[in-house]
């Protein structure tokens, strides 16, 4: 169901929800601990006030992509436990295929429109701030490309972890595989 209770969300929506910084963050919080509270979450994001970890969390309930895992009573008040929805969010009537591709559209039309953002910043210093754009073509193997990806996944298990500290910013990486036509 979609945030109204009746209605699934498209893949647009889904995307545009998700595209957000601080959800994002939730959410791959809860991909790597399965579950969490609140407090726990807000324990790793830091540099998130409290109301907007509240908002974001709701938002990403009212779409059906968290649910409540547990109730806990916590000095006369309940604590929920999160972990994310692992049913489909746009519904179990909706194509897969279809719903993938609006998925990807929609990503990365959000990754163009943040890059159209931050170039029209009048501060903008791609160099300063690390910025880069790379697309290689690999000829591996099913098998290859899986020690590839496990390998990608010990460099990003290194540092997800992070907290916030002097000189660390927020940083986005986005990995795509496609098949090539070549």
Do not use: W
């Not at 545009?16 to 994001?45: E, F, G, K, V, W």
């Not at 697309?135 to 996944?153: C, H, R, V, W, Y």
């Amino acid at each position: 169901m979609g945030a109204d209770g009746e209605h699934p969300m498209s893949g647009d929506d889904v995307m545009q929800l998700i595209m957000n910084p601080t959800r994002l963050r939730i959410i791959q919080y809860l991909m790597i601990h399965q579950s969490a509270t609140t407090t726990q979450i807000r324990s790793d994001l830091e540099d998130v006030s409290k109301a907007s970890i509240y908002r974001q969390m709701k938002l990403l309930e009212d779409a059906n992509l968290l649910c409540v895992a547990q109730e806990n009573r916590v000095r006369g008040a309940v604590e929920k436990v999160y972990e994310l929805n692992k049913e489909n969010p746009l519904g179990d009537g909706a194509d897969p295929l279809r719903a993938g591709l609006q998925l990807i559209d929609s990503g990365l039309l959000s990754l163009m429109s943040e890059f159209n953002r931050y170039f029209a910043k009048a501060d903008a210093d791609p160099v300063g701030d690390l910025l880069f754009l790379s697309t290689s073509t690999l000829l591996l193997s099913d098998a290859e490309f899986k020690e590839f990806s496990a390998k990608l996944g010990e460099v990003f298990n290194q540092v997800i972890h992070n907290k916030p500290g002097e000189g660390r910013k927020v940083r986005r990486i986005t990995f795509i595989s496609s098949p090539s036509e070549e």
